[in-house]
């Protein structure tokens, strides 16, 4: 059955199109509401005022001047981001075209929040009218700091910001964070780790983030992730894949592979040259995919009949940040990516 899900993303205000997202006014509105660029109580005139001339005409030009008149220093440098963003999303026909322009240049010009606001909602389009708890537990990884664990067997992925809220304030807000500056005993950090039983309950609690993802090879959520990386390709590079979790590559044709993040690119890469890897190194490996081009004449000639192996890893301080957009960059494609012109 299908559920929404992730409705502060705006995604139900995009207008949705063959090729992909179109933005809308009423979503450029509910961009304008976010926490860091809605005006405080506090905020003086020029903060209200510039706001109130956004909601009313949300794609008319903001000029530096009227950022640069602000009275307030940090709402100077958010309406710099965010005008930053918007006109970047407003050169193109979708956000999926705007994504991957975002990775065309040496650098990326917007701030890594609307990043991943962007992913959040191409994210949130390929899971349309699913009713699946794993594949969307699994597809908060495109978007959200994990830390990881291994108990029973278990390699649990849990959102790094729900775990801080908890360990701060025991999950009780504000006034958790007195009780625990007063020397107040909290309940521990409990999160649910999705199953059966519980997966139904997924919908109710997808914006509290409070559900931990068993990643472990022949799991559900390791199963999850390989199809969403499929769907990812397919929307935003334009061709078909296979993906599949796999436990080590032993493979003597290894020819090429993909880090879905710098840790993972790293000991990839240094596997790949023959150098020695201690085993606190490659155990921070979270997990490894074969990918194999539906299309084999999709890859460039010398990858043809030839999987791509990916690679997700975690830091020393057991922090995942997953960069799928190194599935833009970084496949051996024998033509052109999705066309992403201006």
């Known amino acids: 059955m299908a559920q929404d899900f992730?409705?502060?993303s705006g995604f139900r205000l995009l207008e949705p199109v063959p090729r992909g997202l179109a933005v809308t006014d009423a979503w450029l509105r509910h961009l304008l509401q976010r926490e860091e660029i809605r005006p405080p109580e506090e905020a003086a005139a020029r903060e209200r005022e510039l706001h109130a001339r956004a909601l009313a005409a949300p794609r008319a030009p903001i000029e530096a001047r009227d950022i640069e008149a602000l009275e307030d220093a940090d709402a100077r440098s958010n309406w710099r981001e965010l005008v930053r963003f918007r006109d970047h999303i407003l050169r193109f026909d979708t956000l999926e075209d705007a994504y991957a322009a975002l990775f065309a240049g040496a650098t990326v010009p917007v701030a890594p929040a609307f990043v991943d606001l962007l992913a959040e909602l191409i994210v949130r389009a390929l899971l349309e009218g699913s009713g699946d708890a794993w594949l969307c537990r699994a597809g908060e990884i495109f978007f959200r700091e994990q830390r990881v664990a291994s108990e029973g067997g278990q390699l649990l992925a849990a959102d790094a910001a729900t775990i801080e809220m908890f360990a701060a304030s025991g999950g009780f807000g504000d006034a958790g964070r007195w009780l625990r500056g007063q020397g107040a005993e909290?309940?521990?950090v409990k999160m649910d780790i999705l199953n059966g039983e519980n997966a139904p309950f997924y919908f109710l609690r997808d914006a509290l983030r409070s559900f931990a993802l068993d990643l472990a090879p022949g799991r559900e959520g390791a199963a999850a992730l390989a199809e969403l990386l499929e769907r990812w390709v397919a929307r935003l590079v334009g061709i078909e894949v296979r993906v599949r979790p796999v436990e080590r590559v032993e493979d003597p044709r290894w020819r090429w592979h993909v880090g879905l993040d710098a840790e993972a690119t790293r000991i990839l890469n240094a596997l790949y040259e023959g150098k020695q890897v201690d085993a606190a190194e490659l155990e921070r490996i979270?997990?490894?995919?074969?990918?194999?081009?539906?299309?084999?004449?999709?890859?460039?000639a010398e990858m043809e009949g030839r999987p791509v192996y990916l690679g997700l890893a975690c830091r020393d301080d057991r922090r995942l940040r997953m960069k799928p957009q190194n599935l833009l960059t970084n496949l051996p494609l024998a033509r052109p990516e999705r066309d992403s012109s201006e």
């Open 6 to 8: 992730w409705t502060a």
């Open 186 to 188: 909290l309940a521990p």
């Open 286 to 300: 979270v997990l490894l995919f074969r990918l194999e081009f539906r299309h084999p004449a999709d890859a460039i």
